[in-house]
């Protein structure tokens, strides 16, 4: 079976930084989208930054550009979610998620990934 698992949120003051990880259990080397989403209550799932894991390109929400840096590291199969500058906007659930075949052009949608972890809770005050 295919893990996600996210860690490291947690209630942080405005203007403060997080660093998200998403341990899995595919080789992410491979030709892979994994991406990061973020949840607020009664919103939708929106994405939030991807990487084509095959490249190394990587792709961002306007609202966190310049803010929010997604990274890899092959060896640990990993992917980091780099959270700079945080706002109280940004409070949401954030969500790990991968696709196969590497990023298409709507990789901001949840039916383009086909599996996802449990989430993991930011809380920015």
């Known amino acids: 079976q295919v893990q996600l698992v996210e860690s490291g949120g947690e209630s942080v003051q405005s203007g403060g930084s997080l660093r998200l990880s998403c341990e899995t259990s595919?080789?992410?080397?491979?030709?892979?989208?994994m991406g990061w989403f973020g949840q607020a209550p009664g919103k939708e799932r929106e994405g939030v930054a991807r990487i084509a894991t095959g490249s190394g390109n990587t792709y961002y929400a306007d609202s966190v550009k310049g803010r929010f840096t997604i990274s890899q590291d092959n060896a640990k199969n990993t992917v980091y979610l780099q959270m700079n500058s945080l706002k109280p906007g940004d409070t949401a659930m954030y969500y790990c998620?991968?696709?196969?075949?590497?990023?298409?052009?709507?990789?901001?949608?949840?039916?383009?990934?086909?599996?996802w972890g449990q989430g993991t809770q930011v809380t920015v005050s």
């Open positions: 595919l080789y992410i080397y491979s030709s892979y989208c």
């Open positions: 998620a991968a696709a196969t075949g590497g990023c298409g052009f709507r990789w901001y949608r949840r039916d383009s990934f086909n599996y």
